[in-house]
């Protein structure tokens, strides 16, 4: 099974101020047929449910801010968000989609 | 407006066996993969389980593998999982989910718990 590593576990942010969350991979997510990595990034909020906000490591999802971006290749990725606001906080989660089973990262809390 | 909707979750013993729907609107429901997937109290998302849009693929982690069945009726823009055997560790919200493209789940439901305890 590939395991994701998230870093931080937590974090706090200033609003307007930039929040950087790390995923690593236990094994490439970089497939050689389509050259995409298979790397997605989640918001969860309490109480609802997860939105994605990045796929394929730098696609933004459908309606997603631009100040959310991913980014990396092969084992290392990055969300970054670049102007924090109140509505950001939530918990981060990168998922692999490369193989089964499809597996997350622990999760990275973002506070104000 | 796409909308998937899971319903089902209830509150068990070990050993009972329970089905959760998911029913999707607002798109071609026959022409997505879907996925179940949970979140237990206090921990993170987990995946359960995938199926090919027209069912002929299914995909389980290995904690449900033997007790878990996931099917969908397309006629019918339905999604299930058929849990048996059910174990304390069950215990969660599950969320159903939609493949868009592939297996990139890219909107879920707002989930239904299920509860598995004496």
């Known amino acids: 099974d590939i395991v994701l590593t998230q870093s931080p576990d937590s974090l706090a942010v200033s609003l307007g101020e930039r929040a950087t969350i790390n995923c690593k991979s236990s094994?490439?997510?970089?497939?050689?047929?389509?050259?995409?990595?298979?790397l997605a990034w989640f918001q969860h909020k309490p109480g609802q449910p997860p939105k994605l906000l990045t796929y394929w490591a730098s696609t933004r999802g459908s309606g997603v801010p631009d100040r959310f971006s991913g980014s990396g290749s092969g084992t290392d990725f990055t969300l970054t968000i670049s102007s924090l606001q109140a509505e950001d906080v939530a918990v981060y989660y990168c998922q692999q989609y490369y193989s089964s089973p499809i597996t997350f990262g622990p999760g990275t809390r973002l506070e104000i | 407006e796409v909308q998937v909707v899971e319903s089902g979750g209830d509150l068990v013993q070990p050993g009972a066996s329970l089905r959760l729907s998911c029913a999707g609107s607002?798109?071609?429901?026959?022409?997505?993969?879907m996925g179940w997937f949970r979140q237990a109290p206090g921990k993170g998302l987990e995946w359960v389980a995938n199926i090919k849009e027209d069912g002929s693929e299914k995909y389980y982690v290995d904690s449900v593998r033997g007790r878990f069945t996931v099917s969908r009726d397309n006629a019918k823009n339905s999604l299930y999982l058929q849990m048996n055997s059910l174990r304390a560790d069950d215990t969660a919200i599950y969320y159903c989910?939609?493949?868009?493209?592939?297996?990139?789940?890219?909107?879920w439901g707002q989930g239904t718990r299920v509860t598995v305890s004496s």
């Open positions: 607002g798109f071609t429901f026959a022409n997505h993969n």
């Open positions: 094994q490439s997510v970089l497939s050689t047929s389509n050259n995409q990595n298979f």
């Open positions: 989910a939609r493949g868009s493209p592939g297996w990139i789940s890219d909107f």
